[in-house]
C-alpha cells in the first residue's frame, strides 16, 4: 500500500476557488481504481492549509492518479492558488520520503 499526505497553503484570496478545485479533484479521485482512501481536509491550527491523505493499493495505482485529467487540471492551476512552501510525505514500501518544494518547483520539473 502506498500512503501519501500532502499539505498545501492556500493563497487566502482564492480559497474559495481552491475548495471547489479540491472538491472536485476529491470526488473523481475517489473513484479511481485502486485508490483505498482520498481525503482532503482544512488545517484546524491554520485555515488556510489544506492536507490531503491518500492511500492507493499499489504503485500503479498511484501513478495513475498522478496522471489523471483531475491531478494535472488540478496542478496546472496551482502557481494560482499556493501562499508558500507545500510538502508531500509518501511512504512506499516501508520507506518514508519527504518532499518540501514551491510552485516554482514544480515549474522547474516539468520542464
Same mark, same amino acid.
Given at each position: 500500500?502506498?500512503?501519501?499526505?500532502?499539505?498545501?497553503?492556500?493563497?487566502?484570496?482564492?480559497?474559495?476557488?481552491?475548495?471547489?478545485?479540491?472538491?472536485?479533484?476529491?470526488?473523481?479521485s475517489?473513484?479511481e @481504481? /485502486?485508490?483505498?482512501?482520498?481525503?482532503?481536509?482544512? $488545517?484546524? *491550527?491554520?485555515?488556510?492549509?489544506?492536507?490531503?491523505? +491518500?492511500?492507493?493499493?499499489?504503485?500503479?495505482?498511484?501513478?495513475?492518479?498522478?496522471?489523471?485529467?483531475?491531478?494535472?487540471?488540478?496542478?496546472?492551476?496551482?502557481?494560482?492558488?499556493? @501562499? /508558500?512552501?507545500?510538502?508531500?510525505?509518501?511512504?512506499? $514500501?516501508? *520507506?518514508?520520503?519527504?518532499?518540501?518544494?514551491?510552485? +516554482?518547483?514544480?515549474?522547474?520539473?516539468?520542464?
Open positions: 500500500m502506498i500512503t501519501v499526505h500532502s499539505s498545501i497553503p492556500i493563497d487566502p484570496d482564492h480559497f474559495d476557488e481552491a475548495k471547489e478545485l479540491i472538491a472536485t479533484l476529491t470526488e473523481r475517489r473513484a @481504481d /485502486g485508490t483505498v482512501r482520498y481525503r482532503a481536509m482544512i $488545517d484546524i *491550527e491554520d485555515s488556510t492549509t489544506v492536507r490531503f491523505f +491518500e492511500q492507493y493499493e499499489d504503485k500503479a495505482a498511484w501513478k495513475a492518479h498522478t496522471e489523471s485529467k483531475h491531478y494535472e487540471e488540478f496542478t496546472s492551476k496551482l502557481p494560482d492558488l499556493v @501562499d /508558500g512552501r507545500m510538502e508531500t510525505i509518501n511512504v512506499v $514500501d516501508g *520507506e518514508t520520503h519527504v518532499h518540501r518544494f514551491t510552485v +516554482e518547483d514544480l515549474d522547474e520539473n516539468s520542464s
